[in-house]
Structures are given as C-alpha cells and as structure tokens.
T-cell receptor, first 111, second 112 residues
Framework: DMKVTQMPRYLIKRMGENVLLECGQD?????MYWYRQDPGLGLQLIYI???????SEGDIPKGYRVSRKKREHFSLILDSAKTNQTSVYFC??????????FGPGTRLTVL | QQKVQQSPESLTVSEGAMASLNCTFS??????FRWYRQHSAKGLEVLVS????GEKEEGRFTAHLNRANLHVSLHIREPQPSDSAVYLC????????????FGLGTRVSVFP
C-alpha cells in the first residue's frame, strides 16, 4: 500500500519560533511536494522536490524553505514562524505516473 | 496559471440518490484531472483520475471530461453516509512534475 507519513500531526508554536515539518514515503518516489490548505483558498503549492537536493519553488514559497537529503524524506522549515502561517500542511509524493499520494496533514497553529 | 472552479459549494443528497459535482478550468493547458475526497481533518483520497475526453469509472465514482467545454464532472452512484466529505477537483499541467491546481471543493452531505 502506498504510504506517505507526516510528523507531527498537530503543532502549536509561538510567533518567531522555528518550525520543522517532516514527511516520509516508502515508495522510492522521486518527486515530492508540500502544500498548505486554508479556508477560502484551498490547497496551494509551496515547494516541489524532484529528488535529493533538487528543489523548486511552488506558487507560495515565501517564508518557507525545504530540505531533501534522502529520497524518502522531505522537510518543510519555517524560520521564525508567523501567525499567517497557521494552516494545515500536506505532503505528497508522485511516482512514475501522474498520481500524487497525500499524507494525513499537519495542523500548525502559530500564536 | 490554471484556475479551477467547483460547483456547487455544498450538496445534500439522500442515500441512494445520484450526486453530481462540477468542475471548470480556465484554460486548456492541463492534460489530466482527478477527483479527491477529503473527510473532515483527514488527508486526500484519490477517487478517479481521467486523462482523455469521455468517462472513467472507479466503483461508484464516474468522472466525465469534456476538454472543449473546459469541464470535468464527478457522479457518485448510490451515495452512502460515509461518502459525506469535501470533494476536490484538481488539474495537472503538461509538465507532469509540477504540482496540482485545486478547486475549493464541494461539501457533500449524504442523509439516510
């Protein structure tokens, strides 16, 4: 079964703190993605990773950075989190077909 | 950039009746489309992916794509209360590695 995992599932941080969201997949997929989902805006693409150390900005990269040192792991980093980064964050991975498989999401609250 | 609009915003159907959801996209650059289901506070579950004009059936879910009209629909046959969720339409681009562009979703409620 295709599986994408995300940790943590829930996170509360204060404004200005650093945030690390982790994503893992066990399918050896090359391409991985980070999205955020907000009411009224839907899902928006933050970053794409084509493979280890090969990353590209999505539609809303400002305030975020990513790291991919192993094919199975893709991290989203918020340096000095802001309240407007409160959202649900989804990771996805894509194999040799067009299909993207999504993780269960991380609900981040920045106070 | 491709934009995706979904209608209606919400839909209430009786168990066993057909549910129909619509999705229109802004231009003809996408070459594949999919429908996802998202239960409250959960991840996205892909229901149907469609790549060419016509119909594609996956169990009780049927997608219909009409590129000329920039339209893709989803029909849920014999919906059950467990089908109550938000349904998201998404379009990919010709560059298969790019992310998906999503609509805002249709909230479906199925009552016994």
């Amino acid at each position: 079964d295709m599986k994408v995992t995300q940790m943590p599932r829930y996170l509360i941080k204060r404004m200005g703190e650093n945030v690390l969201l982790e994503c893992g997949q066990d399918m050896s997929h090359e391409t991985m993605y980070w999205y955020r989902q907000d009411p009224g805006l839907g899902l928006q693409l933050i970053y794409i990773s084509y493979d280890v150390d090969s990353n590209s900005e999505g539609d809303i990269p400002k305030g975020y950075r990513v790291s991919r040192k192993k094919r199975e792991h893709f991290s989203l980093i918020l340096d000095s989190a802001k309240t407007n980064q409160t959202s649900v964050y989804f990771c996805a991975s894509r194999g040799t077909t067009y299909e993207q498989y999504f993780g269960p999401g991380t609900r981040l609250t920045v106070l | 950039q491709q934009k995706v609009q979904q209608s209606p915003e919400s839909l209430t159907v009786s168990e066993g009746a057909m549910a129909s959801l619509n999705c229109t996209f802004s231009d003809g650059t996408s070459n594949n489309f999919r429908w996802y289901r998202q239960h409250s506070a959960k991840g996205l579950e892909v229901l149907v992916s469609i790549f060419s004009d016509g119909e594609k059936e996956e169990g009780r879910f049927t997608a219909h794509l009409n590129r000329a009209n920039l339209h893709v629909s989803l029909h849920i046959r014999e919906p059950q209360p467990s089908d109550s969720a938000v349904y998201l339409c998404a379009a990919n681009s010709n560059n298969y590695a790019q992310g998906l562009t999503f609509g805002l979703g249709t909230r479906v409620s199925v009552f016994p």
